[in-house]
């Protein structure tokens, strides 16, 4: 257990959870997320992105500059392929993937608590 919580991957585990949760719950109540939630949850997203990154690489030992942190976040949208193949090789598509449906996953599970509710 110890080793999931320290692991790089859980906060974005987490927010896609606690995400899921919420969006459900808007449902539930008959209401759309606000455009502030959007903006906040996408901040949250990006920057728990970049922090994945940092710690993924720091555990593996290979930060390949001095402030990669904000290398990352100012061009976070190129960085995430660029580094999970960098630092993975070809199995960094599987990363990719499993980053991909960890981002998709509460939009897709909002859809289905929708269509249970009011389908």
Do not use: N, Q
């Not at 110890?2 to 209401?31: C, D, Q």
């Not at 995430?80 to 449906?101: D, E, N, Q």
């Amino acid at each position: 257990m110890r080793y999931f919580i320290t692991h790089p991957i859980a906060p974005l585990l987490l927010f896609s959870i606690v995400l899921a949760a919420l969006l459900a719950a808007y449902l539930a109540v008959g209401m759309s997320p606000s455009t502030s939630f959007e903006v906040v949850a996408s901040f949250s997203w990006s920057l728990l992105l970049a922090f994945w990154v940092v710690a993924d690489a720091r555990r593996r030992k290979g930060i390949p500059c001095f402030d990669f942190g904000l290398f990352c976040y100012v061009f976070l949208p190129l960085v995430v392929p660029w580094y999970c193949f960098w630092s993975r090789g070809w199995r960094g598509a599987l990363t990719l993937v499993a980053i991909a449906g960890l981002w998709l996953a509460p939009y897709i599970i909002a859809m289905a608590v929708w269509l249970i509710l009011y389908g």
